[in-house]
């Protein structure tokens, strides 16, 4: 079983240095707002640690991950994801299938956008966000590691 990291960009590119820039676009993580899901590696989370400041991570659940895929992941054309794509394309039964072979690592989602617009696009939360977004989230901010909390936070952006 893999540990899904969910990312999501918070903050803009200016006044950022330009080895932040390089390593968000590493992540293609280009604008505000964009959201990507990796497996919980060293590599990445050395990136996400250097890119801390601008971005916000934690282990997304399947719940959040499949509606995430239904309501804001588009084909390559544009069009919503549905079940018939999914097994014209992939060749997997429907998206809740495609969910379980993503924890189990078959596939990743990073790697398939010859299929998907990627990075996934959100909307701004609903409510705002709680805190600053130049503070981390462990002194009531927004920025750096939340955890399971980061399936709230996304809930919120859909």
Partial sequence: ???LLGIIRIRGWAKAPWY???T???LRLRYNFN???YPKTSQILGMLNKVSPYVTWGEIDP???KLLIIKRLETAKGDKVSDSYVKEVLK???IDTMVKQLYEGKIYLHKLDQYFKLPIRLHPPKGGFKG???RPYKNKGEFGYRGDKINEL???MM
């Fill in 154 to 156: 996304m809930r919120r």
């Fill in 63 to 65: 719940d959040t991950l």
């Fill in 20 to 22: 932040i820039n390089e």
């Fill in 35 to 37: 959201t990507m899901m």
């Fill in 24 to 26: 968000l676009e590493m």
């Fill in 92 to 94: 997997i039964e429907n």
């Fill in 1 to 3: 079983m893999v540990e």
């Fill in 132 to 134: 600053s977004v130049k």
